[in-house]
């Protein structure tokens, strides 16, 4: 059995133990100094280098790379985790080891974040095999990476397998939920599946989810933290999608207020939750719609960058509100700028038709009839290929209702030749359903 972190540290043994407790409460700010301290004291006792002081030092790294993610400082998240993941890859720690594949864990879901998808992706696979192998299919842990896997698929659109990842995330988790334990693997699951459900319209299988999701965060964490407002935020969607808007308004008011309250006014979370709010307003015909999409833009845009996915997400919102003012210019100019960075994509993400079509919706507006019939055509082959999934032997682009594997549900092939091609480095990863919590 893995020994405790800190075991042989008592003095950071306790700071970690407050920080813990601090950062339980949403208190990340606050969490934040003690977890350093906690590093500069594992790091003191690793002058004397043992495996013990090693797992102490990367235990430290991945404990504030979280904390940092938590407070939107991605750049140092990912300075610190790639330093963990780095001290921990030699000897005698790696290359295969728990803690390493937590560190790759927490890296990836960062590199994710930042819109790194490539490097994320593999980051998790990596994790991913690593935990199976050690620890096996069902072990909290890989719910957890599962979980990371699952939210990058839902960012680069690919709901179809995001859904499937996921479900499988839920199901590992749900075995290892404890009575009057905050279950925090479950709890990410279930928030990561309900946005998918959420994306596919799907507000039937949604709401129920999102529902239990509140009460557990509420039941655990008090009215007030910020894993409520973010459940809040997935209730509030399903009664908007369904158009409940009063109801679904006053809940958006409260996650706004929880989330300003912990962030601040520039966090990307507060971004979130402001184009949720603008989304609403739109469908109010509300004109704040535009001024709360476009401070939303701003702090996207300060914090991931100009070509980040969430960038062109809040500006095709921000097209709309545009378009309902009557500025069709800039509305062309807005959805362009949302196609700039769609496109470029491995593969076609769902969002890069919907532009399309309001641009070709747009060039009939303004009386350009062939160049609406050209957009509207590619609008069409984007919303095809976006239905379809990569092969996982050879990568094309195989039709969604192609031969997948019929154990994990998870991958699909072109023909059946791929997919005995595949077995061999994909059977380590295929795993039937667990059997449910007794």
Known sequence: MEPQP??????????HDRAVATSSRGEYASALPLQEQVL??????HASPTPQTILDVVFAMSELGKTKRSLGDLPGAQAVLQQAVALAEPPPVGPVHPRLALALQDLGRVLQKRGRYDEADATLQRALTMQE?????NHDDVSLTLTGMGESCSAQGNYRRAKKVLIRAVAIAELHVVPDKCPVTFLSALHNLCGVYIHLEEYGRAQPIAERQLALQEQFKGPDHPQVGVALT???MC???????SEALSMFERALAITERVHGPNHTEMATALVNMGD????????????????????YERALGPHHLKVAATLGHLAYCCHAAGDLAQAKTLLERALAIYEPLGRTHPRAATVLRNLATLATQTGRPRQAAALSERAAI?????????????GRMAVHRAKFCGRCKMVWYCNAECQRAAWPSHKPHCHAK????Q
């Open 6 to 15: 800190f075991a042989d540290l008592p003095e950071a043994r306790a700071l």
């Open 40 to 45: 500069v004291l594992s790091q003191t006792a």
């Open 133 to 137: 192998q050690m620890l096996g299919p």
């Open 234 to 236: 997935n209730v509030a």
């Open 239 to 245: 009664l908007h999608g369904q158009g409940k808007l």
């Open 280 to 299: 609403l307003y739109l469908k109010q015909g509300d004109r704040r719609a535009q001024g709360v999409m476009e401070r939303a833009l701003a702090i």
């Open 382 to 394: 984007a919303a095809d290929v976006a239905e379809h999934q990569p092969c996982g032997q050879c």
């Open 434 to 437: 667990p059997a449910p919590p």
